[in-house]
């Protein structure tokens, strides 16, 4: 009797606020089954997924609730600690490896079941370039989230949730409609979020502008400019930038940021921050007089991070809130002129479910089905395991004493 095949199950998706992404279309699941003909897919039934039990059944996927016959089990976020079922590899967006509080629990469930968990955000390339993610979805969501927010602070123009488009298609369609006044529009950061922020707002034909003309000059069009870490921070001792030094000692530089906010009028946050970075405003610098920005779309969504009217995460239902920058505390959304429109969804990607899942699964086949079913020759899956039956692989040992509650 031969070996029999090695078996995923898609997992229906656990977390709450729901998500409704998969890691594979049925359709390139059956690209799959014809690339890796040693892999079976079974899929777990779900009501909130936004490809439809149908659209598996009609491609002749099976569905099955008991996934107990599969090796590895995919998701996209983290997975009901209640579900796990022992002794299997699961791979899905885990937020541990940064010691998230709230995930303590989950890590430590898996442990007691011997699983091996495959973390997404961690399957890197040799030189660390990761090969799955969802950062462009998120800023293309994000500035549009920041238009629309736009829309509804001044009654000039009405966008309709990106979640209740059908896609990007319809969204930028919508979008294109758009007459925007004249504004002056931020973006931070270089990476894919930043650059999907631009997709968006390229649908607008708004023109770039330099640093210089962004911070000194008036137009009658709307502008927009893009910078990245050499334009925010500085050096405290006067130093020229250098990027690999910022990343290592990240303590040594302050924010320049304080120009911008004097200048624009719609900020859209999609860079990468550490913690110990310098915060990119105070709190005392939304008081006063000249501060102009209006709406802060933080699709980086750090809390208590460099954009201090971030106070938390909002909802892909409720995405906006209102910032009083004189009582430093949260109000609703719209309820005065006077405050900033705080746009903080941390899941972003989900609101187009369908685009962001079918290019999320696009580069799962190229980068890494490969490694999982044959050879991983160039360690991607190894880089991005947390634990291997239930123990802490020695690139993650640093989270005992977070998985003891010590930290």
């Known amino acids: 009797m031969g070996k029999r095949n090695l078996r995923i199950g898609i997992l229906r998706e656990t977390k709450t606020p729901p998500d409704r992404r998969v890691p594979l279309s049925p359709p390139q699941i059956l690209d799959a089954k014809a690339q890796f003909k040693e892999v079976d897919f079974v899929i777990q039934p779900s009501s909130i997924r936004c490809y439809k039990d149908e659209e598996y059944k009609y491609l002749k996927l099976p569905l099955s609730e008991d996934l107990s016959d599969c090796d590895i089990l995919m998701g996209v976020k983290e997975v009901d600690k209640s579900t796990f079922l022992p002794d299997k590899t699961y791979i ?15 890590l430590k469930e898996m442990m007691r079941k011997k699983i091996t968990l495959i973390d997404y955000e961690y399957l890197t390339t040799p030189d660390g370039a990761r090969v799955v993610a969802f950062g462009r979805w998120a800023g293309i969501v994000g500035a549009y989230n920041a238009l629309r927010a736009r829309g509804i602070r001044t009654d000039s123009f009405h966008l309709k949730p990106a979640h209740q488009c059908h896609d990007m298609d319809e969204m930028f369609a919508g979008l294109r409609k758009v007459q925007l006044r004249s504004k ?41 400019c893009q910078i990245g ?16 030094h910022f990343i290592q000692h990240p303590t040594e530089y302050r924010s320049s940021f304080k120009p911008f906010s ?64 004189n009582l430093e505390q949260e109000e609703p959304a719209f309820s005065s002129a006077d405050n900033i429109t705080v746009m903080a969804v941390d899941n972003l990607p989900g609101e187009l479910p369908r685009d962001a899942s079918q290019d999320f699964g696009e580069a799962l086949l190229q980068n890494v089905f490969d490694a999982i079913v044959h050879e991983d020759d160039q360690k991607i899956v190894e880089r991005a395991t947390i ?7 020695p690139r993650y040992a640093y989270l005992a004493d977070y998985v003891a509650g010590k930290e």
């Open 387 to 393: 634990l291997k039956n239930g123990e802490l692989t």
């Open 262 to 325: 004097k200048v624009t009028d719609i900020f859209i946050a999609c860079h990468f921050w550490d913690e110990k970075s310098p915060h990119f405003l105070s709190k005392a610098d939304y008081r006063d007089p000249d501060f102009q920005i209006s709406v802060i779309a933080d699709v980086s969504c750090d809390i208590n991070g460099p954009i201090p009217s971030t106070l938390r995460a909002s909802t892909i239902a409720e995405p906006f809130y209102g910032y009083n920058p």
């Open 184 to 224: 002056k529009i931020l973006v931070t950061g270089e990476g894919r979020v930043a650059s999907g922020a631009l997709e968006t707002l390229d649908q607008l034909n708004i023109r770039k502008v330099s640093k210089e003309d962004f911070l000194n000059k008036d137009f009658d069009e709307p502008v927009l």
């Open 92 to 106: 899905f967006f885990a937020h541990v490896a940064k010691k998230q509080a709230y995930n303590r629990e989950m």
């Open 229 to 244: 870490p050499q334009d925010y921070v500085e050096h405290k001792d006067g130093l020229p930038f250098d990027f690999n």
